[in-house]
């Protein structure tokens, strides 16, 4: 068999079946120190798409730029949907696959067939009002995002004016909690387990099964409350936009947006706190000029937090790179991989200040991210916040030291130890815009409460945020 290719030539295409094929494992110790050269021995060894064993399982990695474009906006040739998967219709996915719990949540993220689009749709409408800056929530979300973000910067304060923190653990990864209790709705500070559930869940350790378990039950629990009475959040929101779905379904989706403004957002946040502090220039400029988001930008070029996105499927035999990818076979585009691909990178200048768009951080296609401005929102004022909070921030480690962890998804620190200096005087957040004349100021919900000391006192989260401090970590 052979594939045409862009310049008039041909090559032969391997027709191996993936189920013949030993393939090397993906996720070795190599992996989690220095990915970039497992993509490149694999890109090496096979082209733009590789065969690799993950956790014990067969499946197809996407390396290149062009062919992972290819797979994600091309819905019907490469759909979503574990229903596709023709070796875990045969029975041979084990049943004790560590991937197995997170990918059998049949959320919008995984999800495939008719039940897609109006669920699709259902998001995109609830998420509307915390994404559109037009909104009145946008603006009373931007505004606790500061709140929560002042909160932990005044708690790590209280380890002294200057001294050594871990910025992901006592900033970047519970900030976003926080923000998710806040969409979600949870009372008081109930959601502080369920997201340290997410966290487990995403890792795909050896307690991500009964993690799972908790995370849907308190949810379910959750999404019975919002049905009953429903309030200014997602899950009421998401309600109102798709009211046949049951209450097992809509905790799947709390399922969804958890993972999506937890784990990813701390990752952007660390990442581009490292970018800027470790001496990149252009990085440092674009921060300096007040562009966070562009600082970002470059950020998910080069450490994208979702490395790998949830798996596609061939809908029927189709020629990728140098393989033929059989009906059914899983595929799993590598955001990291492909932006290491010649094509992609050699096309970046490094120099400049403003930064392509082309990269694949938030997917392509239909079914790009639904959560993309949120999750920018918050990572951006979280990082502004820091560098307005504090006067001066360094690296506690060279950067080519500091602790990474890798998962089948994502890719963030373990810890990020920084030496601190705190501004004399903290910045006071602007007042947010009245909201615009179009709406109704009367049909608004109340303003944002965040929760008093007594209930943060109370919070398993607060209890180990101060636990830090008193350990002078």
Request: charged share 20%; net charge negative; proline share 9%.
């Amino acid at each position: 068999m052979e594939s045409q290719l862009g310049d008039g030539g041909s090559v032969d295409l391997d027709d191996t079946r993936l189920e013949a094929m030993t393939p090397e494992p993906l996720l070795t110790r190599d992996y989690e120190t220095r990915p970039s050269l497992v993509y490149e021995r694999l890109r090496q060894r096979h082209g733009p798409v590789a065969p690799v064993d993950l956790l014990g399982v067969p499946a197809w990695l996407v390396l290149g730029y062009r062919e992972a474009l290819q797979v994600l906006q091309d819905d019907d040739g490469w759909p979503k949907g574990l229903e596709n998967w023709r070796a875990r219709s045969e029975g041979r996915v084990p049943a004790d696959w560590p991937l197995g719990p997170s990918l059998e949540v049949n959320h919008v993220l995984i999800q495939g067939g008719p039940g897609y689009r109006p669920l699709r749709t259902a998001w995109d409408a609830a998420l509307k009002p915390f994404q559109d800056p037009r909104h009145p929530q946008a603006k009373r979300l931007k505004t606790a995002v500061t709140a929560y973000a002042d909160e932990l910067i005044t708690l790590v304060g209280q380890g002294g004016s200057t001294g050594v923190a871990d910025l992901s653990a006592q900033f970047s990864r519970p900030l976003p909690l926080m923000v998710a209790s806040h969409l979600l709705g949870f009372p008081g500070s109930q959601g502080d387990d369920a997201l340290m559930d997410m966290w487990r869940v995403l890792d795909a350790g050896p307690d991500a099964e009964p993690a799972l378990e908790r995370l849907l039950a308190t949810l379910a629990e959750l999404a019975a409350m919002k049905l009953k009475t429903p309030g200014d959040d997602f899950p009421s929101y998401l309600l109102a936009a798709h009211p046949d779905l049951s209450l097992d379904e809509l905790a799947r989706e709390l399922f969804m947006l958890l993972g999506m403004t937890s784990d990813h957002v701390g990752i952007l946040i660390s990442n581009t706190v490292v970018e800027v502090i470790s001496g990149e220039g252009s990085v440092r400029a674009s921060l300096s000029a007040g562009m966070v988001r562009e600082a970002m930008n470059r950020v998910v070029m080069r450490k994208p937090p979702l490395v790998n996105f949830v798996p596609r499927f061939a809908a029927e035999d189709t020629p990728l790179g140098n393989y033929t990818i059989r009906a059914g076979d899983p595929v799993w585009v590598s955001s990291a991989a492909a932006h290491a691909d010649p094509l992609f990178a050699d096309s970046v200048a490094p120099g400049t200040t403003i930064s392509t768009r082309a990269h694949l951080s938030w997917g392509a296609g239909r079914r790009q991210c639904p959560a993309r401005e949120l999750a920018s929102t918050v990572a951006a004022v979280g990082v502004g916040r820091l560098f307005e909070r504090f006067s001066h921030l360094d690296l506690a480690l060279p950067a080519d030291q500091l602790p990474w962890r890798s998962s089948p998804f994502m890719r963030g620190l373990r810890s990020l130890p920084v030496r601190y200096e705190l501004a004399s005087a903290p910045e006071q957040p602007s007042a947010p815009d009245p909201a615009p004349s179009a709406y109704d100021p009367a049909s608004e919900p109340a303003e944002t409460v965040l929760p008093d000391q007594s209930a943060r006192q109370r919070s398993s989260l607060w209890r180990y945020l101060t636990g830090l401090i008193r350990a002078g970590r």
